[in-house]
Every structure is written in C-alpha cells, then in structure tokens.
C-alpha cells in the first residue's frame, strides 16, 4: 500500500509549501558512497519531511543521527515510518524505546500501528502550540489514523507468532545464562512445577476451564521472571537469538523428540509385555 494519499493530504491540511523525501536523499547518498555530519545535506528546512523506509538499511547505532538529521531538516510536520524488527532488536519495549527517541528531538502529534510499524506524526521540538495555531494538529492526527496503510490480518497474525517464538527463545536462552539471576531461574521452574503439579484450583477434566489455571501460574511466572531480568542482558540475548541456525535446532529437536517417543514406547511395551 502506497503511503501518497497520506503525505498529500498533510500537505494540504498543514498548508506546507514543499515536503522532502528522506528515504530519496539517504539513498542518493549511499549511492555516492559519501559520509556527512547530520545536518550538512541540506541547510534549508522543508515544511513536510517523511521518511518511510530509511531504517532498513541502518544499524540501530544510527538511530541518533537519522533523527538528528530529519530534525535539522524539518520546518513544520515530520512523518517517520519506523520498522518494529529493527525496534525490537535493540530494545524490549520497542514502543517506548522508539517514542523516546523521537520525543527527544520533536513534539509528538500522533503515532499508531502501520502496514510496515509504528507510525510516527511529529512537530519540531517546542514548536507544537504555535503549529497548532496556524493548523487544526487534532485533524491531522485523524486524518493520518484514516489514511495510513493498515496491517493486514495474516501479517499480523504473522508478526504475533514470531513475537512469540522469540520471546520463547529469548527466556529459554535467559535460564540457562550464568548472567541470570538464581531467583528468576527459581521463580520460572517453580511456575512449571505449579503448573503441572495434579493440585489445582479448576479440575482439569473441566473442558476449556480446567487449564486456565495453569495457563495463568504460567503467564505469571513468566512475566515476573521477565520484569527481574536487566534490559541489557534482554538486548544481548535477543541478539543471540537471532544468531541461531533455526534449521539445524529444529533438526536437534526431532532427533531428540525421537529418542524420548521410541523410550516411552519401549517402556510401554516393556511393562505390558505378556506373562508367561
């Protein structure tokens, strides 16, 4: 989905004269092989700068500089696209992380979810009430709500599931990490324990209600766990995880899989073997 419909009506509604494409001038640049200061592209300032696929060809290092530089380069509106891998590669709040970093250098009028991530709509810094003045900022904020390509449903049912597959790796990774501390590791084997423990508070042979229960303990386990560990070894373990040759895990995990079903098989017929 194309995100003109968008930047053309802010154009309108902030009455901007000019606007100037970040993505465009970032690619020129690496297609130049040059190196700049933030800053030095350009002196002049243009009404609307947008910026939609910038970051994919940044390390979250630069996130500093690409925000400096659409700062330095922004004289009314700012509309920055920004991708949740390289978000949640960085930070385990990716939201927060992002909407900091943006705060830091504009007023922020209006960010949501998008197609590619999270949307950003922004003024220059101190700038927002004398904007506001000249241009209705609560509209334009509808108006972006309106008119920014949305998520489809497979992509975010897509996304939900890899959020979740690395999450699992990420805490796997974490229990068995000397940096972890010994009571997180206590608390997420005991919220396995409680979990498959026969003590329960809804019988299991209650249908749909049984496992609520131990689907809870475990939820909870899991996010205290994860609230006791340094953002900084959450960071450094999401990098680990990325890492991780997924083919060749998943042929470990078969293999292993394998080994423990022909075991309990052999127990099985072991134990119900005919008495002679």
Known sequence: MSYIPLVSALLDEADCRNCRDYDALA???????????????????????????????????QIDVYLDEIASMTGKLTLIVVHRSFAAAVASHPTSWLLKKVGDRFDLIHFQDCEKGLLILACPSGEYAK???????????????????????????????????????????AFWDERTPWAVKAIAVMACLLAVSPIDFTPDVIPGVGFLDDLAILALGTIVATRLLQPELIASLRGRAASIDHSRAVRGSFAIGAIWVLAIMVTILHAWRPVI
């Open 131 to 173: 904007l506001n003045a000249v241009a209705d900022l609560a509209a334009l904020a509808r108006t972006t709500k309106a008119l920014a390509p949305r998520e489809s449903l497979d992509r975010k049912v897509a996304r939900w599931v890899e959020v979740a597959k690395k999450g699992v790796e990420v805490r796997w990774l």
């Open 27 to 61: 690619y020129e640049r690496r297609q130049k092989l040059a190196i700049e200061a933030p800053g030095t592209v350009a002196q002049d300032k243009s009404d609307l700068v947008f910026s939609i696929d910038a970051l994919d060809d940044l390390e979250p290092g």
